[in-house]
């Protein structure tokens, strides 16, 4: 599941995500990733959902992502707030399995590449294409793949 941020919302309108946000005094990742869940896209979750993490993802923009691995059950009902969320797509596994992904993109201001996912006839870029990518690597296909080797676009740094 990946969401397109509303053009509302004031930090990185219109950007492919995943639900999250700010922990909230004395939440753990875990609970704060459950609460974001619930209040972006309406899914509840228990804390029996929690499968795990992933790594530590530092943006340039200053932020510390904790990616949270729940299960949400075979057909969860979404209900996305329209005030943060203006899509939200269920991606099949097979499409981060697909050739060309993922897509690493040298810039000058970086040794990193930058990391793409295609999705939808555009790119999703890191941190969201770090995240779904280790994802992919680790939870679905087993390997042992770190992501800290991978560049934010530009327009992201801010």
Same mark, same amino acid.
């Given at each position: %599941? /990946?969401?397109?941020?509303?053009?509302?919302?004031?930090? +990185?309108?219109?950007?492919?995500?995943?639900?999250?946000?700010?922990?909230?005094?004395?939440?753990?990742? !875990?609970?704060?990733?459950?609460?974001?869940? +619930?209040?972006?896209?309406?899914?509840?979750?228990?804390?029996?959902?929690?499968?795990? %993490?992933? $790594? $530590?993802?530092?943006?340039?923009?200053? +932020?510390? /992502?904790?990616? @949270? @691995? %729940?299960?949400?059950? +075979?057909?969860?009902?979404?209900?996305?707030?329209?005030?943060?969320?203006?899509?939200?797509?269920?991606?099949?596994?097979?499409?981060?399995?697909?050739?060309?992904?993922?897509?690493?993109?040298?810039?000058?201001?970086? $040794?990193?590449?930058? /990391?793409?996912?295609?999705?939808?006839?555009?790119?999703?870029?890191?941190?969201?294409? !770090?995240?779904?990518?280790?994802? !992919?690597? @680790?939870?679905?296909?087993?390997?042992?793949?770190?992501?800290?080797?991978?560049?934010?676009?530009?327009? !992201?740094?801010?």
């Amino acid at each position: %599941m /990946i969401t397109r941020r509303s053009p509302r919302t004031p930090a +990185h309108p219109g950007q492919f995500a995943l639900p999250g946000g700010r922990l909230g005094e004395g939440e753990s990742p !875990a609970e704060a990733a459950r609460r974001e869940l +619930h209040e972006e896209v309406g899914l509840a979750l228990g804390p029996e959902a929690v499968l795990g %993490m992933l $790594d $530590d993802y530092p943006t340039r923009s200053g +932020h510390l /992502i904790t990616p @949270v @691995v %729940m299960w949400g059950g +075979h057909e969860p009902a979404f209900e996305p707030d329209p005030r943060e969320v203006s899509e939200l797509h269920v991606e099949p596994f097979e499409s981060l399995a697909a050739p060309g992904v993922p897509r690493l993109v040298p810039i000058a201001e970086s $040794d990193r590449p930058v /990391i793409q996912l295609p999705l939808r006839d555009t790119f999703v870029h890191a941190p969201t294409a !770090a995240v779904l990518y280790q994802f !992919a690597e @680790v939870v679905v296909f087993g390997r042992d793949t770190r992501v800290d080797g991978f560049e934010e676009p530009v327009f !992201a740094w801010r």
